[in-house]
C-alpha cells in the first residue's frame, strides 16, 4: 500500500495525516492535483491559505527529512515542512505564493520582448542563482550529515564505480541499444578523469539540487527553494547543467548564447577561487551530472507507483547518452 496511491485505504490514511497536522482548520476536501509515477501532490484549502501535500515512493522518500533538515537551519531559503512522516516520505507545507516562474510569465505578460527586457529577465535569473550558491556555500560544512539521513551521494569520486553499475544493468544497456552503449561505454574513460578533477578542485561537495529551474524556487528576495526529491550531495556546480539548459529554453536562448555564460558567471561570483579555474570546474560538473541525471530518473522510476510513459521509461538511457555532447556554456 506504500506506493499504491490510488488505493482508497492509502487515501484515507494520507488525507487524515495532513488534516492531523494542518497549522489552521481545513476549509475544504484534500484533493488530489498531480499524480507521476514517482511522487504524488495533494491540496487542502486552509483558514490560512493553501497547504500541500507530497507522497514519494521508496527510492525518493529522503526528501522529507531533507527538506526538513534544510528547512530547520535555512528557513528564510528553503521551504520547510509544517511537518514530515520519514518512514512514508510525507511531507506537508504551506503556499509561499509565487515562484520565479509565475512572476516571470507576470513580467512578460505586461512587457514586450526588447532587449531591456530581456535584461530584466536574466536579472532576476541571476539574483536567484547567486541566493541558491550562497545556501549550497552554508550547507556545505554539514554535507555528511546530509548523507547520513540517506540523501545520495554524488560526490565526484564515487561518480565512476556507479556509472560502471549502472553499465551492468541489462535493462539500461537494451534502453541504450548497441551504438549508444558503444559510445557511452567509450567516454567513460574520460569521465573517471573528469571526476579526479572535479574531486581536486578545492570546491567542496554540498547539497545539488539536481533539477534547479524557475519553477522550483519561490520568487524573491528573499529566494525560497524547493522540490528536493531529485537532488543529492555532489559538487555544487552541477546544478548549473539543468539551470542553464532550462534558462535557455525559456528565455529563447540559442547555444552559446552570451546570456549563459553572464548566468554561469553570476552564479560562480560568491565562490572562492580563481575564475578560470571555476569556470572550468562548472563545465566539468555539468558534464558529470547528467550521469546524476540518469541517477535521479532511475530512483524515480524504479518501483514505480503508476504506469511509466515511453517517454519516461529511457530516460535513464537518455541522460547516460548525453554524456559525450558539449558543455552547456
Known amino acids: 500500500m506504500d506506493n499504491d496511491w490510488q488505493d482508497p485505504a492509502w487515501r484515507t490514511a494520507a488525507h487524515d495525516w495532513v488534516i492531523a497536522h494542518l497549522d489552521a482548520p481545513a476549509t475544504g476536501p484534500v484533493e488530489e492535483m498531480r499524480a507521476r509515477p514517482w511522487s504524488v501532490t495533494h491540496s487542502v484549502p486552509t483558514g490560512a491559505g493553501r497547504r500541500w501535500f507530497k507522497a514519494n515512493i521508496t527510492d525518493c522518500r529522503y526528501e522529507a527529512v531533507l527538506a526538513d533538515a534544510l528547512g530547520r537551519r535555512w528557513p528564510d531559503r528553503v521551504l520547510a515542512p509544517l511537518a514530515i512522516d520519514a518512514a512514508r516520505g510525507w511531507l506537508l507545507t504551506a503556499d509561499a505564493g509565487p515562484t520565479l516562474r509565475d512572476e516571470i510569465h507576470a513580467m512578460r505578460a505586461t512587457t514586450d520582448a526588447s532587449a531591456t527586457d530581456r535584461n530584466a529577465l536574466i536579472g532576476r535569473w541571476s539574483e536567484m542563482l547567486r541566493s541558491y550558491a550562497e545556501l549550497q556555500r552554508e550547507v556545505t560544512p554539514h554535507a555528511s550529515e546530509l548523507l547520513a539521513l540517506g540523501v545520495p551521494d554524488h560526490r ?160 535513464v538511457a537518455d541522460w547516460l547518452s548525453e554524456l559525450p555532447e558539449p558543455d552547456p556554456v
Open 156 to 315: 565526484p569520486a564515487a561518480l565512476p564505480g556507479q556509472l560502471a553499475e549502472l553499465l551492468d544493468d541489462p535493462a539500461v544497456r537494451a534502453d541504450l541499444g548497441p551504438d549508444r552503449l558503444a559510445t557511452v561505454s567509450a567516454v567513460t574513460p574520460a569521465f573517471a578523469v573528469w571526476c579526479a578533477e572535479l574531486a581536486d578542485s578545492g570546491v567542496p561537495a554540498t547539497i545539488q539540487h539536481d533539477d534547479l529551474t524557475d519553477a522550483n524556487v519561490f520568487a524573491g528576495p528573499p529566494y525560497r527553494f524547493f522540490d528536493w526529491g531529485d537532488a543529492g550531495v555532489a559538487h555544487p556546480f552541477g546544478s548549473l547543467l539543468v539551470a542553464l539548459s532550462y534558462a535557455a529554453y525559456a528565455l529563447d536562448l540559442r547555444p552559446g548564447a552570451p546570456e549563459l555564460a553572464r548566468l554561469r558567471d553570476a552564479y560562480l561570483s560568491g565562490w572562492p577561487g580563481d575564475p578560470a579555474m571555476l569556470r572550468r570546474a562548472a563545465s566539468l560538473a555539468c558534464r558529470v551530472t547528467r550521469f546524476s541525471r540518469a541517477m535521479s530518473w532511475r530512483r524515480a522510476l524504479r518501483d514505480a507507483a503508476l504506469p511509466v510513459s515511453d517517454d519516461f521509461r529511457t530516460a
